[in-house]
């Protein structure tokens, strides 16, 4: 078997420039990289990578932290997470928080031992901002915490925007938006406000109905929202939960899906890989979210400089509530 | 901070016996184990976890393999596998093999190189199989291997009784099943086998289709079972991805649901802990498949004796596919 000797020997330098090739770490002229890399290639030298990965005191191993992993939005995501961890050597640990903040601080703390190599998030308990800091790799989806950490989202902000302007391109003349509001700052928020300044823009009638978290009957809301609101024909719901509420509040209320009334939800997770969305919504690109995800916490583990926000686009997709239109 | 030492110098026994009683390992007298306890409570003795761990080679984590974790079957069954082992001071390593045989093999070899201490899995690749040796510590859920390896199972032939049984309870005459047949033979299967011996038992009109795997289009076979089996106003579906597709077909023919045909499923897994099923169906008690996996394998870990098969009971669940009779 070739040693890490023989590739050392053939490109004629140290052991220790080897290793600095193979692991991508320290300085080395590129010329000589060059050399060391041929080296290997003709040799065929695989690089022992147990020992490889002692030496860099990598545990090879990602936590993934989700409220649930039973959800369609984070059962894709946790899915798309593993296999392109996966793809890159790392295996999974998954940690189905439910928001509990005890549970997370321990995978922050085997973060913090070394125990794991990175964390990539999609928390809203509150007291987990005080254990994260900059310098842990880690990258966090949606929400922002006071210490730098590499947020990743989708565009809620062009989503809510998006929204708005189908409801008005697909006729609505009196639109709503609906949703409740989240002690935690995140940029799903964002939604609303892209909603509102859409609608205003373009001088349409609209009211807005929000509902402080924990809300008790997303059910009730929903239909005293619709009941209440003069002429609405048209109503955002935060996401497709909350769209799904609205579809059977206008069951319970006689009023037709799309005629009277058309619905756009927000999320557009499937319950499973060969599932299909039913009802017209606003689609997060999961695997995109997912395989950035990865991608930049596998930089910051390698110590690469990341950006300190990535902000990926939002597509609507053309259910069966909201009316067919020639483009 | 106390010791093992002075644990052992209270209870009059060497360090060995109070090494045993801890890790509860080899045999001990109930005696000398009670004297070693109380000295352990009177002295707050805290064995050292992680020095514990280390000695009894232990890596704390154990792999949930599942064919993928996007869909609310294996979403919910490793929502609560994971946090049952969290429970134990497991950490949970999740793999969505898609059944595909080399990412199976790849966690059985850690396995055997004591990086993990354990596996929990849901296959159906074929090759796994001379990969699965008895000594290993590891649950299979559904699926028997050659060698001896725990099975856990929702008890299949009731549930397809249960099924046969509801549809007649609920006034069908003729009744059917339709469902798919895998080349890897699992506790599934008997759905159908307990379907057919209950009907028959009851002289039953019956009717069976079954189409082997992969089945290309779920929709259009049912569809034409449906049209093509005389008087059929009784339907057991493998599962409920099939009642799905039923209850779309029965849309198509213009058949009324529960009036003209009653639908039943299989699986019963809700889409989200929040979520309702909607069509009836055989639930499987995923919480307790889960928590009986979790159980048994930390006693095969703990080198405890287990059963080869544990099987547990599946129950009914009425929803709007079926008739409401009374009681």
Known sequence: ????????????????????????????????????????????????????????????????????????????????????LFKNKFKTIICNSRNEVDREIEYIDMLKKNKIDGIIA??????????????????????????????????????????????IRHGCKTIGYIGSVS???NESMLRKKGFIEYVEKQGITYSVKEINEPVLDIQREILSFIENTPHLDGLFCMNDKWAEKAIVACELLGKKIPEDIQIIGFDGAKTNEQAEIKHSTIVQPIQTLA???VKKLIQI???????EKVIVPVTFFEGDTTKKVDE
Chains 1, 2 share one sequence.
Not at 71 to 81: I, L, T
Not at 124 to 137: G, K, R
Not at 301 to 307: D, L, M, R
């Open 1 to 84: 078997m070739t040693t890490m000797k023989d590739v050392a020997a053939k490109a004629g330098v140290g052991l220790g420039t080897v290793s600095r090739v193979i692991n991508n770490s320290g300085s080395v002229k590129e010329s000589t990289r060059i050399k060391v890399m041929n080296a290997v290639k003709a040799l065929d030298y695989q690089p022992n990578e147990a020992a490889r990965n002692f030496k860099m005191q990598k545990s090879l191993s990602v936590a993934l932290i989700v409220p649930t992993v039973w959800h369609p939005f984070y059962s894709a995501f946790s899915y798309y997470v593993e296999r392109e």
């Open 301 to 307: 583990i390698e110590g690469e400089p990341v950006e």
């Open 291 to 293: 395989q950035l995800a």
């Open 122 to 167: 999609i928390t809203y308990s509150e007291a987990i901002d005080q254990y994260v800091t900059s310098h842990l790799p880690m990258v966090s989806i949606d929400r922002h915490f006071t210490e730098d950490v590499l947020t990743i989202t989708s565009d809620h902000f062009q989503g809510g925007c998006l929204a708005a302007s189908e409801l």
């Open 183 to 185: 002690k935690i700052k």
